[in-house]
């Protein structure tokens, strides 16, 4: 509380609307929110576009115009909050935005996913699940060379923000009782878990927009058994929701200036066994900020 030249006590909801609105546009959407129930004053000027069209990401425009389903909404502050509910772009994509920042988040299809043999149903099938939060899931019948590897322009991610890449993953029910070897079939009982993993670890990497490398491994047969011995650090994972794990391939942080921060590059991989595996489920990659995954891992 000060005074005004006059001698008058001033507090800060007796300053006009528009410098509360430009003051806003400094804070973070969660500060808005709580601010805008100090008073009136504070609450019309949260509601502002101004604020809000601050609040959005830089690149709203153009993941707006790639929308599979446009959004018709009049004002920023209710376009805001429609970000934050995952939307579709492309028809393989899922973005949306962290409520309390504003940061930017997305999940990759497995169809975007560059998978060795995955157009050949003898070794990938593509199916539909109401546990899966996509339209689409890649499961793996067998193969010995097993590969997912896929990039993402950085560009579309907001600036500053330290970020993890990680794979979604499930093991399941093997869903054929048959191994083929290129033209030959050879018919097997149902294996009740996922097999063949138990042999190598599975490597998951990612290589950053500057070239920095970073591999980890895991065993998915067990997930505490040591991977130093082969010369890799553990995979940080973590369990989401109905079986579904995340295994992290690296972090990175989003050049904060210039137009092209370059792409990232990831990877998951095991054929060093040589032996057939299957019994997985894999529903795609995300890339969030460290913020919602830091303290999650197992």
């Not at 909801?13 to 959407?29: A, M, N, Q, V």
């Not at 169809?111 to 899931?137: A, C, F, P, Q, V």
């Not at 190598?200 to 591999?215: A, E, N, R, W, Y």
């Amino acid at each position: 509380m000060e005074e005004n030249e006059k001698g008058v006590m001033m507090t800060m909801g007796d300053l006009p609307e528009s410098c509360i609105s430009h003051i806003l546009c400094f804070t973070t959407p969660r500060d808005v929110c709580r601010l805008s129930a100090a008073n009136q004053t504070f609450r019309s000027a949260g509601n502002s576009d101004s604020v809000w069209e601050k609040m959005l990401p830089n690149k709203y425009p153009y993941l707006l115009a790639r929308l599979d389903s446009p959004l018709e909404i009049s004002s920023k502050k209710k376009l805001y909050f429609a970000l934050c509910h995952p939307n579709w772009i492309d028809g393989r994509t899922k973005f949306w935005i962290e409520q309390a920042t504003g940061k930017l988040c997305f999940m990759l299809s497995a169809r975007n996913l560059n998978i060795t043999w995955g157009d050949d149903d003898r070794y990938w099938h593509w199916i539909s699940k109401d546990e899966s939060r996509l339209k689409e899931m890649a499961e793996l019948v067998a193969v010995c060379w097993f590969e997912v590897t896929g990039s993402f322009d950085c560009k579309l991610l907001s600036p500053g923000t330290a970020y993890s890449v990680s794979f979604r993953l499930k093991v399941h029910e093997s869903p054929r009782g048959i191994i083929r070897f290129f033209s030959l079939r050879t018919f097997i009982p149902p294996m009740p878990r996922a097999y063949g993993w138990n042999r190598k670890p599975v490597k998951f990497s990612l290589t950053t927009p500057c070239g920095d490398h970073q591999i980890y491994a895991r065993y998915l047969s067990d997930m505490n058994r040591p991977v130093e011995t082969e010369g890799y650090q553990m995979a940080p994972f973590r369990h989401v929701e109905e079986g579904w794990m995340e295994f992290d391939a690296g972090r990175f942080v989003v050049e904060e200036k210039g137009d092209d921060p370059g792409n990232i590059e990831f990877c998951m991989r095991e054929w060093e066994g040589g032996n057939w595996k299957g019994g997985l489920l894999l529903e795609g990659v995300t890339i969030l900020p460290i913020s919602l995954v830091r303290g999650r891992e197992e």
